[in-house]
Nanobody
Framework: QVQLVESGGGLVQAGGSLRLSCAAS????????MGWFRQAPGKEREFVAA????????DYADSVKRRFTISRDNAKNMVYLQMNSLKPEDTAVYYC??????????????WGQGTQVTVSS
């Protein structure tokens, strides 16, 4: 059974940092791209970041560029999202994703259950 399990969410003050982790299991993920999406209350789900299978290529939403960093450890089947200089507008449920169907910013085959990130002002 394929599983993506996120952790590391929580409550942080504006300007603070959090590191999200995603543990993948059930199949090999070292040969597929992975990423993160988020959804705030009352808003559409949006792309946050993606990383190629090798880790060489990364893509970020403009809203998080230069503040968030995505990375992966294929030996551990893990992907991470380091979030710095957090803003209240970063408050959302963050989802780990794997295996894009076409574009990195499009649909994915696998989704985690999500982890809540709340940034207070």
């Amino acid at each position: 059974q394929v599983q993506l399990v996120e952790s590391g969410g929580g409550l942080v003050q504006a300007g603070g940092s959090l590191r999200l982790s995603c543990a993948a299991s059930g199949r090999t993920f070292s040969n597929v791209a992975m990423g993160w999406f988020r959804q705030a209350p009352g808003k559409e789900r949006e792309f946050v970041a993606a990383i190629s299978w090798s880790g060489v290529y990364t893509d970020y939403a403009d809203s998080v560029k230069r503040r968030f960093t995505i990375s992966r450890d294929n030996a551990k089947n893990m992907v991470y999202l380091q979030m710095n200089s957090l803003k209240p507008e970063d408050t959302a449920v963050y989802y780990c994703v794997a295996a894009p169907r076409s574009r990195y910013r499009g649909e994915y085959d696998y989704w985690g259950q999500g982890t809540q990130v709340t940034v207070s002002s």
